[in-house]
């Protein structure tokens, strides 16, 4: 079983709400992954934890804040977010951080008004 | 120099054809390649990974990887309609550690 499972689908949310995604594997993958997906563009790193620890940062802005409660969950918190950070937001899962395969859960799509 | 390249295509075969998708990558210590297909509106599906130079067949599909070339291409044989979508080449790269994607290729299976 290769499942990734993202929660909600679709989101709208206002510039001043505060949101979260989550995201669960059960296939004891020690790596867990955000990625940002724009329209026609591929998918960008956002965050990268390996054994519940945040282990890259692409840089990301402060109002997305990521969570890993445990090694199964894996959360993005949204607060004040811009227009344009509208996207696909995606999970993904590897046994390791290293050069495993990763898996993508199904996405949220993210809608900022 | 982008770290992966694709031809964004579209790339039209019509159905039964090969369809033969390329990718280009800068980094020479990278040692894992996958591929990834995307259907529109959906996330990205793993179709096959390799981490040694030649061939790695799965099916219909076909990995090829020349790691002196820094090349990585995919086949698909029997092509069908239902193989419309973007293909995703992704590579992990040593430095910065992390997976980077190719821009994708736009495949169009004609019946």
């Known amino acids: 079983d290769t499942e990734v499972t993202q929660t909600p689908k679709h989101l709208v949310m206002g510039m001043t709400n505060k949101k979260s995604l989550k995201c669960e594997q059960h296939m004891g993958h020690r790596a867990m992954y955000w990625y940002k997906q724009k329209a026609k563009k591929p998918p960008e790193l956002m965050f990268v934890?390996?054994?519940?620890?945040?282990?890259i940062n692409e840089s990301v802005p402060s109002r997305f804040s990521p969570e890993c409660p445990n090694s199964s969950l894996l959360n993005l918190h949204l607060h004040a977010l811009q227009p344009e950070d509208s996207a696909l937001y995606l999970c993904?899962?590897?046994?390791?951080?290293?050069?495993?395969?990763?898996?993508f859960g199904p996405g949220t799509r993210l809608l900022v008004l | 120099q982008k770290e992966v390249e694709q031809n964004s295509g579209p790339l039209s075969v019509p159905e039964g054809a090969i369809a033969s998708l390329n990718c280009t990558y800068s980094?020479?210590?990278?040692?894992?390649f996958f591929w990834y297909r995307q259907y529109s509106g959906k996330s990205p599906e793993l179709i096959m990974f390799?981490?040694?130079?030649g061939d790695k067949e799965d099916g219909r599909f076909t990995a090829q990887l020349n790691k002196a070339s820094q090349y990585v291409s995919l086949l698909i044989r029997d092509s069908q309609p239902s193989d419309s979508a973007t293909y995703l080449c992704?590579?992990?790269?040593?430095?910065?550690?992390?997976?980077?994607f190719g821009a994708g290729t736009i495949l169009r299976v004609k019946s």
């Open positions: 993904a899962s590897s046994q390791l951080m290293a050069v495993e395969t990763q898996y």
């Open positions: 390799i981490y040694s130079n």
């Open positions: 934890y390996s054994y519940e620890k945040l282990s």
């Open positions: 992704a590579v992990w790269v040593m430095r910065g550690n992390k997976l980077v």
């Open positions: 980094d020479r210590g990278s040692q894992s």
